[in-house]
C-alpha cells in the first residue's frame, strides 16, 4: 500500500494531496495541468515535496518532520514515463539489463525471460530504441520497469501516443501484468476509454488536488464533465468469446449473447468488444421486425444525470451504459427497476483482439 | 629538416600533457554549467571564459606573476613538490592548458546540455545511484561532444604562443615549442629554411582537428 501526503508549489500549480492506493489497478484521472505528472514525479522521489510523507508499506520514502527522503533508485517504485524514455546508445536487451542488474542477485523478483514473454518483445532484444514503434517502445519502457524489481508501478499516460488498438493491446497488458504479478500500479489517463473496463479505482484530480476517488462507474459523471461538451465518449468494454459464425460473429459477452459484423473472430477466440453508449437505442416496450440485430432485454440498475448528457446503466447480465440527453430520461420516465430493451446495430459494435 | 623533429615532439608533447591535464576539471565544470544552478554561476563562467578574451600575453604574466619562485605559491610548488612551473617546461604545459581550458568547458557544456535529463531519471528510478547515472548514461550519450572539445583543445594548446613566452620563456629543447621556434628562426638571418615546414605541419595537424571535431558533431546529431 502507497500513502502519502504531499504539499508542493511549481509555478501556478500549488499540489495539496492526500491518498492511499490499495494494492489494485488505479487510474489518476484529469486534463492537463491538473498536477498528475508532478504527484508521480513526487512519489517516484524525482521532485522533493515542501512538505508530507510518503510511505510504501511500511517504509517512509520521504517525511520532511524527521528529514528523511530516499533518492529515487532506492524507492522500489518503477515509472514508465509518457515518452518512453529508452537509452538510445543501448540495444533493447541493454535497456532491459539497466536496472535488472542492479538488484543483488536474490532479490530479483523476475527472471528477463519471463517478462520478455509476458510483454511480447522477445524479437526486439537486439533492436536500437530509434527502429522501434511508438507501441514498441512502450512494451520495452515497461519491461524495463519490471525487470528493475520495483514494489509499486507507476505510469505517466504510456498510451497518449499510440493509436487505438494498440492503446486496447498496452491496457489488456496491463492488466495481465497486474494479475500475473500481483503489483499494485498507477497509470495517469485523461481519457474515459482507458479507464472504464480497465480500471479498479479511479482518483480524480484536479488543479493540484485529489477530489474524488471510487469506482470508475461512481466516477464517471464527474470524469464526463472534464472533457469538453459532446466529447465525452463512454465505452462500455466487455470480454467475450466467439461462439459461431453462423449469423455474422456470435459472441458470449459476460453472459450477454450479442451478434457482431462478420469476421471479428473465430469460434473459441476471446475478443473485447467496445460499445460507445451513445450508440445504444432504448425502448420502453419491445420493438417490433427490427434491422438491429441486437435486441437486448434489461432492467435499469441505475440513472446518473449529468448536465448535457445523462447514463442509464441497464443490467443485462453485463450492465450496459446508454446515454440519453437528460431531457430524454425525463419524457420517458425512466425510472429504476423498469424493464427496457436496448437495440444495438452489429456494426455499432467495435471489437480487438484479447492477447 | 630532422633537427625540427624534436621541436615538432615537444609541442606534441606538451598540447597532450595541457589537454590531459585540463580533461578532468573541464568535464566537471562543463557539467556543473549544463546541469546545476546556483548562486554565482555567472561569475564562473566569466571566470572560466577570461582566458578566451585576454591577450595571451596578460595571461601568461598574470601566471608568472602568481606562481614565479619569488611567490609564496611558487616557492611552496619548488620546495615541496619539486615542481619548477616558470621557465620550465611544466609552465608550457600550464599556459597553453589555460588558454585551451574554456574550449574544452564550452564543448563538454554544450554536449552533456544535449543529453536529455529525462533520460538520467529514467536510469535513476532504475535502481541507479548518481555515479552510475553519470557514467553510463550521460557520459556515454556526450562522448563525442566531449571528445570534439579535447581536440580542440589540443588544437589551441599547440598554437599557444603569449602565455608561454611570458610564463615558460623560450628555451630551446625545454619549453620551444612550434610558435616559439617559427618566431626564434624569423629572428635569425637564413632562418626561413626552418619555418616552411613547420607552418605546413601546424597547419595540416590544426585542420585535421577541425576535420575530426566536425565528424564527432555530425555523428552526435545523426544519433
Sequence with gaps: MLRARLSYRQG?????????????????????????????????????????????????????????????HRRGIGYVFQEARLFPHLTVLGNLHFGWKR???????????????????????????????????QRVAIARALLAGPRFLLLDEPLSALDVPARIGFLNLLTTIHRTLNLPMLYVSHDIHSV??????????????????????????????????????????????????????????????????????LPGEKILVEIDASNIILATEKPLNLSARNLIAGKIA????????SLVWVNAGPELAVSLLPSTVREMGLQVGQAVFLIIKASAIRCYGNR | ????????????????????????????????????????????????????????????????????????????????????????????????????????VRAVRVAVSSVSPGLEEAASVLNAPAWAVWLQITLPLSAHGILGGMLLAFARALGEFGATIVLASNIPARTQTIPLAIFTFLNQPGGEAHIWPLVLFSL????????????????????
Design chain 1, 12 to 72: 501556478d500549480l500549488h499540489l495539496d494531496v492526500q491518498l492511499t492506493l490499495p494494492r489494485g489497478f488505479t487510474a489518476l484521472f484529469g486534463s492537463s495541468g491538473a498536477g498528475k505528472t508532478t504527484l508521480l514525479n513526487l512519489l517516484a522521489g524525482l521532485r522533493l515535496p515542501d512538505q508530507g510523507e510518503i510511505y510504501l508499506g511500511d517504509e517512509t520514502l520521504f517525511s520532511d518532520s524527521t528529514g528523511k527522503h530516499l533518492p529515487p
Design chain 1, 103 to 137: 538488484l543483488p542477485a536474490g532479490q530479483r523478483p523476475f527472471a528477463p525471460e519471463q517478462i520478455i514473454d509476458l510483454t511480447g518483445i522477445g524479437n526486439l532484444l537486439d533492436r536500437r530504441p530509434i527502429s522501434l514503434s511508438g507501441g514498441e517502445k
Design chain 1, 196 to 265: 472504464m473496463g480497465w480500471a479498479e479505482q479511479v482518483l480524480l484530480m484536479e488543479k493540484g488536488k485529489i477530489v474524488a476517488t471510487g469506482s470508475p462507474r461512481e466516477i464517471l459523471p464527474r470524469m464526463m464533465r472534464a472533457h469538453p461538451p459532446g466529447e465525452a465518449v463512454v465505452p462500455n468494454l466487455l470480454r467475450a468469446t466467439v461462439v459461431s459464425l453462423e449469423n455474422g460473429t456470435e459472441v458470449d459477452a459476460q453472459g450477454l449473447g450479442l451478434i457482431l459484423p462478420g469476421g471479428s473472430g
Design chain 1, 302 to 309: 441505475q440513472i446518473q444525470d449529468g448536465e448535457d448528457q
Design chain 2, 1 to 104: 629538416m630532422t633537427d625540427l623533429l624534436p621541436i615538432v615532439a615537444l609541442s606534441l608533447k606538451t598540447a597532450l600533457a595541457a589537454t590531459l591535464l585540463i580533461l578532468p576539471p573541464g568535464v566537471w565544470l562543463g557539467w556543473l554549467l549544463a546541469r546545476r544552478n546556483f548562486p554565482g554561476k555567472t561569475l564562473l563562467e566569466g571566470l572560466v571564459n577570461i582566458p578566451l578574451v585576454l591577450p595571451p600575453v596578460v595571461t601568461g604574466y598574470a601566471l608568472l606573476f602568481a606562481l614565479s619562485p619569488a611567490s609564496p605559491a611558487g616557492r611552496f610548488l619548488e620546495n615541496h613538490l619539486g615542481l619548477q612551473i616558470a621557465f620550465a617546461w611544466p609552465g608550457a604545459v600550464l599556459a597553453a592548458a589555460v588558454v585551451s581550458f574554456p574550449l574544452l
Design chain 2, 204 to 223: 595540416i595537424l590544426a585542420y585535421a582537428s577541425l576535420l575530426l571535431n566536425e565528424v564527432l558533431i555530425r555523428r552526435i546529431h545523426h544519433a
